[in-house]
């Protein structure tokens, strides 16, 4: 979160063991254009990620008192996505544990509502989360330590969106070659604060221009400031 706008993004890989990779969407977009934009990704255990996705879409199919379509505050919106995963857990929970089965799940929450400012969350497999502040500014759920460096070294509140884009995504390229559980796709959606419309999103497959790009780029670019590094005077 930045002072322009969000940047998301997710990847698409599953998996439950090196031969049993799938390709799965993380990143739900829930938009009334002019009145709200809420954007959630999410990691864990997918079974329970979708279920907790389905909880919230049924809610708002049976029009409930207070659903993420009609919540007054991104608070409550966060408070929602919480209370789901808490009943989906508590429901799915003690099953999945009876075959070890991790049911851990986490979700990054963000958005805008008319009448308030932007926002974002982290919630965490027990349904409570935090906020992001000027000092902390972004959040990562998943597989963090590689695509992190790269994000603290450029990422402020002045950011610009263009490149918080290019740094979001030199962070999964990072990530994506040193941790075989993060591939493409990577969805990506940007958010321009105050304009309450989900208008620039793209998702990136494997032989994207763009990202085959920015990749080789940033390569080059990593091994000509290592090259430049002065060398170690031994006394």
């Not at 997918?46 to 996705?53: F, G, H």
């Not at 974002?120 to 460096?149: C, D, H, R, W």
């Not at 620039?200 to 390569?219: E, T, V």
Request: hydrophobic residues 40%; contains cysteine.
């Amino acid at each position: 979160m930045i002072d322009a706008g969000f940047v998301f993004a997710s990847d698409s890989r599953t998996n439950a063991g090196v031969d049993n990779i799938s390709t799965f969407r993380k990143m739900k977009v829930f938009e009334h254009p002019g009145e709200r934009v809420l954007v959630i990704v999410n990691s864990g255990n997918l079974a329970v990620t979708q279920a907790t996705i389905n909880h919230l879409e049924q809610a708002i199919r049976r029009n409930l008192d207070m659903h993420v379509m009609n919540a007054p505050s991104m608070y409550d919106v966060a408070e929602l996505v919480g209370r789901s995963l808490r009943e989906v857990r508590h429901r799915d929970g003690p099953f999945l544990m009876e075959n070890n089965v991790d049911a851990h799940a986490n979700f990054i929450v963000g958005g805008q509502i008319a009448g308030e400012s932007q926002r974002l969350f982290m919630v965490y497999s027990e349904g409570n989360f935090i906020e992001a502040t000027q000092e902390t500014p972004y959040f990562q759920i998943g597989e963090v330590k590689y695509g992190k460096p790269i994000i603290d070294r450029v990422i402020s509140a002045g950011t610009s969106l263009d490149d918080a884009v290019k740094c979001v995504l030199v962070s999964f390229d990072s990530t994506m070659h040193s941790n075989l559980t993060v591939g493409p796709p990577i969805d990506l959606a940007c958010y321009e604060r105050d304009t309450l419309r989900l208008s620039r999103s793209h998702r990136f497959d494997a032989n994207d221009p763009y990202m085959r790009s920015l990749s080789q780029g940033w390569n080059e670019g990593v091994r000509r400031a290592f090259a430049q590094l002065p060398n170690f005077e031994w006394s």
